[in-house]
Nanobody
Framework: QVQEAESGGRSVQAGGSLRLSCELS????MGWFRQAPGKEREEVAR????????YYADSVKDRFTISQDNAKNTMYLQMRNLKPEDTAMYYC?????????????????WGQGTRVSVSS
């Protein structure tokens, strides 16, 4: 289960940085999603429990970094050079699997979300 809600979201100015945290335990696959008002949910980043095979959406590549601290059972999303278009509710998710039917990654467990707002 996702033990706690995500944390770390707040309002920042463009160009700023934030680090989101999510307490997780014992999953082989974890990720971060975001959903902006009026837009579809977007998978932002994904990581496996061994830290390898990280995935990033093109929109955040080279700006966001997903990582985990196994000793703290916590997953992070370090966000740099934030842009107004990064404004969204961010969710952590765990226990993912690849859906052959549509070629997407599906997740079983979800956090409650933390809001990130980036002003220009």
């Amino acid at each position: 289960q996702v033990q706690e809600a995500e944390s770390g979201g707040r309002s920042v100015q463009a160009g700023g940085s934030l680090r989101l945290s999510c307490e997780l335990s014992g999953y082989e696959c974890m990720g971060w999603f975001r959903q902006a008002p009026g837009k579809e949910r977007e998978e932002v980043a994904r990581i496996s429990s061994d830290g390898g095979n990280a995935y990033y959406a093109d929109s955040v590549k080279d700006r966001f970094t997903i990582s985990q601290d196994n000793a703290k059972n916590t997953m992070y999303l370090q966000m740099r050079n934030l842009k107004p278009e990064d404004t969204a509710m961010y969710y952590c998710a765990a226990d993912c699997y690849y859906e052959l039917a549509d070629g997407s990654w599906q997740y079983v467990y979800w956090g409650q979300g933390t809001r990130v707002s980036v002003s220009s």
